[in-house]
C-alpha cells in the first residue's frame, strides 16, 4: 500500500514538473490594477511557506500565474472574483479550451474585415448563455476596447467604447493553452462569489496564504475607479474589508493586501507592515493621464 501511495506521489510530482517547467503564463486580459508590473516587488513579500493560496479579487491573475511560473507549485489554490464574466472565461480556458481558440480566431477574422462594426454588435449582445460564446466576447472586447478598461454601468452592461489598434492580438493560443494546463492539472478551484463569502474563515490557518487586490482607495475625487461589477467598491467596503483583514490576522493566516497609499488605509492598516511603492498605472479611463501612483503593500507578517 506504502508503494502504491509513493507511486502516486511521484507520478503527481512529475505532472507538476512538467507543468512548471512549460508555464509562463500570464494573465489573459488586461485589468484595472493588474499586478504584472509590480510583480517582481511582490515576490519580495510572499511568504516563504505556505499550502492554500487564496485571491478572492482574483482579476488578471498575475501574481497567481508567478507562483505557478516560479516553481512555487502550490498544494490547494482558491480563486475567486466577483466578476461573473471574468470567472466564466477562466473556467472556459479550463474547461472548453478548443472551442473557445476556434470562436476567438473567428472573431479575429470578423474583427478584421470591419472593425467598429464587429466591436459594436459583440458589446451590444446581452445575455449571452453559451458560456463558451461569453468567454470569447469577453476576451475579444477586452483586447480590443478603449485603453484596456473593464467597465460596467449601473444596469451591468459593458459600455466601454473600441480602442484603436492596429492588430490586437485576439487569440493569443499558446498562453491560453498553457493555461488550460495550468488549471486543469493542479488543485485550483476557480469560482464566482463576493470576497465576504469566498473565505472560509473556519478553514483557513496558518498554512494558508490570502492575497487580497480589492478595488484600490481612490487617492482622490478624479482617480475613483471601482466599476468592475455594477456594486462598486466605497469606503464602508474598504472598512469592512479591513475587519476581515484582522480576522485571517487572527487565524494565524499570512495575508497581503495592494491598495493605494491614501490617509485612510493607513489608518485602516496601521497596525500591520506597510510597503510603500511607486507605479505607474498601466489602465486609466483617461488613457493620457497614466501617472505615478503610490500604492502600498501590507502584511501581516
Known amino acids: 500500500m506504502t508503494r502504491k501511495i509513493n507511486k502516486i506521489k511521484q507520478i503527481m510530482n512529475n505532472t507538476f514538473d512538467k507543468i512548471r517547467s512549460n508555464a509562463n503564463c500570464h494573465p489573459f486580459v488586461k485589468w484595472a490594477g493588474g499586478k504584472t508590473q509590480l510583480i517582481s516587488l511582490l515576490n519580495q513579500h510572499l511568504p516563504k511557506q505556505f499550502n492554500h493560496y487564496i485571491e478572492p479579487f482574483l482579476g488578471g491573475g498575475a501574481l497567481f500565474f508567478s507562483l505557478i511560473n516560479n516553481k512555487r507549485m502550490l498544494f490547494k489554490s482558491s480563486l475567486s472574483d466577483n466578476n461573473k464574466e471574468l470567472i466564466n472565461s477562466y473556467l472556459v480556458i479550463k474547461n472548453n479550451i478548443d472551442e473557445l481558440t476556434e470562436l476567438l480566431k473567428e472573431y479575429e477574422i470578423q474583427y478584421k474585415k470591419d472593425q467598429e462594426k464587429f466591436y459594436y454588435y459583440l458589446r451590444d449582445i446581452k445575455n449571452v448563455s453559451d458560456g463558451v460564446e461569453n468567454a470569447a466576447r469577453f476576451i475579444t472586447l477586452n483586447k480590443t476596447c478603449y485603453n484596456g478598461l473593464y467597465r460596467v454601468n449601473k444596469s451591468g452592461w459593458f459600455n466601454v467604447p473600441i480602442g484603436r489598434y492596429k492588430n490586437p492580438k485576439i487569440c493569443d ?57 455594477k456594486k462598486g467598491f466605497g469606503k464602508s467596503d474598504q472598512i469592512e474589508l479591513s475587519l476581515l483583514f484582522r480576522k485571517l490576522s487572527d487565524r494565524n493566516c499570512k495575508v497581503m493586501m495592494s491598495n493605494s497609499d491614501t490617509s485612510l488605509v493607513r489608518q485602516l492598516y496601521r497596525a500591520f507592515d506597510i510597503v510603500s511603492v511607486s507605479t505607474k498605472r498601466q489602465i486609466n479611463s483617461v488613457g493620457t493621464k497614466r501617472i505615478n501612483h503610490q500604492e502600498v503593500i501590507i502584511k501581516n507578517y
Do not use: G, H
Open 173 to 229: 493560443e499558446v498562453n491560453l493553452r498553457k493555461i488550460s494546463q495550468t488549471l486543469t492539472k493542479t488543485d485550483t478551484i476557480v469560482f464566482t462569489d463576493d470576497y465576504r463569502n469566498s473565505i472560509n474563515i473556519n478553514k483557513v490557518d496558518e498554512n494558508s496564504f490570502i492575497y487580497l487586490d480589492p478595488p484600490y482607495d481612490p487617492i482622490n475625487s478624479t482617480s475613483s475607479f471601482t466599476a468592475y461589477t
